[in-house]
């Protein structure tokens, strides 16, 4: 008895063992605890600049790392540059107006002189995006929340003022793909015009869930939009020159003075109208008025379940709060590269030499 005991500790001892030494490659969050220390508040910094200069920033940074992640992994493939005639990732049609790639130059030339090759371009996309929704956080809740919690830590609150806390906790050691192909982007990125059933498909697809749609879909609070994304809802949503039922009517008068069609490529607006820059559960509140913009942002209100998530990230901003960070943290570890897979980019927009 005793001896089966005792085998049977053994045996758990080394599969729990051989199950750290499996895992020993996830992503951590003090992955350059000894290679970079200095790599979180280098990111830190430039963005701060950037965003005090540039307050649209955020939106688009944000957005850059969902189409990296769903596209092939977070493996910064969508940084990389066309070559020799290949399309890459940045020049398929939803590419437009993605931007921000400036900005991701700026800090990998920081880091590289601080830390050379040791610092993935997927990591500086994750650590990027996360600082620059950050800095949008306006919402009275979260800042009494954060001020009771500084307070509790005797640090000043003079420092919280003057560097928003992150809005969550980036897990780090993720590696940089050499391949970027815009025909990649078929079947992995969500169009505007899905309906709730190929939206989850896709989700479900990257390990992602009905409540990660729902919660995700929440980063259009920031950030604009152009005409043609949402235009056929104005003016000819079913080819007879009707405008989309599921759009509240007046909006659309709104929008369709905004929006002339043909839809310009010129044109942008504001997803989230008078809150585009403050990163909060606005956008709820503007579905549920059948404001949302896009036919995938009304199609959240069309299932139950979906449906349900809508109501309660309206209904409380620390549950969006909590509620990103989780489904961010799931979004920015589809398909990693890890351990000795990849490699470490020395320039983003361009694979390293074979050697
Ligand atoms: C659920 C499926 C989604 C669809 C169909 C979708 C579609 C779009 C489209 C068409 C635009 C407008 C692009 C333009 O015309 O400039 C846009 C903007 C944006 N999307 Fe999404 N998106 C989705 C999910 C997400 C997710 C998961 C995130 C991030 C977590 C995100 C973040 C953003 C942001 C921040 C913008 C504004 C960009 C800017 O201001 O430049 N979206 N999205
Ligand atoms: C691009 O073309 C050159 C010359 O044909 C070739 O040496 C190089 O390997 C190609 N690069 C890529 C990334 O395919
Ligand atoms: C997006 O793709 C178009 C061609 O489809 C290209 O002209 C444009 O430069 C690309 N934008 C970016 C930011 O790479
Ligand atoms: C949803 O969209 C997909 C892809 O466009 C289509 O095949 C499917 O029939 C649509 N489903 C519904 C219920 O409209
Ligand atoms: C509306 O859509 C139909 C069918 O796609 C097309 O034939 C027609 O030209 C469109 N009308 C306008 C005003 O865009």
Not at 82 to 93: G, L, R, S
Not at 224 to 250: E, I, V, W
Request: aromatic content about 8%; proline content about 4%.
């Amino acid at each position: 008895m005793k001896m089966k005991a005792a085998y049977t500790i053994f045996i758990l001892v080394v599969s729990l063992t051989l199950f750290d030494v499996s895992n020993a490659q996830k992503l951590s969050n003090n992955f350059y605890k000894r290679t970079c220390p200095r790599v979180e508040m280098i990111v830190k910094e430039i963005i701060q600049n950037r965003i005090r200069k540039s307050p649209s920033l955020g939106a688009k940074l944000i957005r850059m790392q969902f189409h990296d992640c769903f596209v092939r992994g977070c493996d910064a493939s969508v940084l990389l540059d066309t070559v020799n005639n290949t399309k890459a990732e940045k020049e398929a049609v939803p590419n437009q107006s993605l931007s921000g790639f400036d900005v991701i130059d700026e800090i990998k030339t920081a880091i590289e002189r601080a830390c050379p090759r040791v610092v993935s371009c997927a990591d500086i996309i994750a650590l990027a995006a996360r600082d620059a929704v950050s800095a949008h956080v306006n919402n009275p809740f979260y800042i009494t929340a954060l001020k009771q919690q500084v307070f509790r830590q005797f640090s000043f609150h003079i420092l919280f003022l003057q560097f928003k806390k992150p809005l969550w906790d980036v897990q780090l050691g993720r590696r940089d793909g050499r391949v970027s192909l815009a025909t990649d982007i078929n079947g992995n990125l969500p169009g505007p015009f899905s309906n709730i059933s190929s939206l989850i498909q896709v989700f479900n697809r990257k390990g992602l869930d009905v409540n990660d749609l729902v919660v995700l879909s929440g980063a259009h609070t920031i950030g604009d939009s152009h005409c043609a994304a949402f235009s056929r809802r104005l003016y000819n949503f079913t080819g007879k020159g009707d405008a989309d039922p599921s759009l509240d009517q007046t909006y659309a008068e709104t929008l369709r003075k905004q929006c002339p069609n043909p839809a310009s490529t010129a044109i942008t607006v504001e997803m989230d109208p008078g809150s585009s820059l403050s990163f909060d559960n606005h956008y709820y509140d503007i579905l549920l008025q059948k404001k949302g913009l896009f036919v995938s942002d009304a199609a959240l209100l069309t299932d139950r379940n979906s449906n349900r998530v809508v109501t309660r990230l309206q209904r409380s901003p620390s549950s969006f709060f909590s509620s990103f960070a989780k489904s961010m943290k799931k979004m920015a570890a589809i398909g990693v590269l890890t351990g000795h897979a990849g490699e470490i980019r020395q320039n983003c927009r361009v694979i390293n030499p074979l050697k």
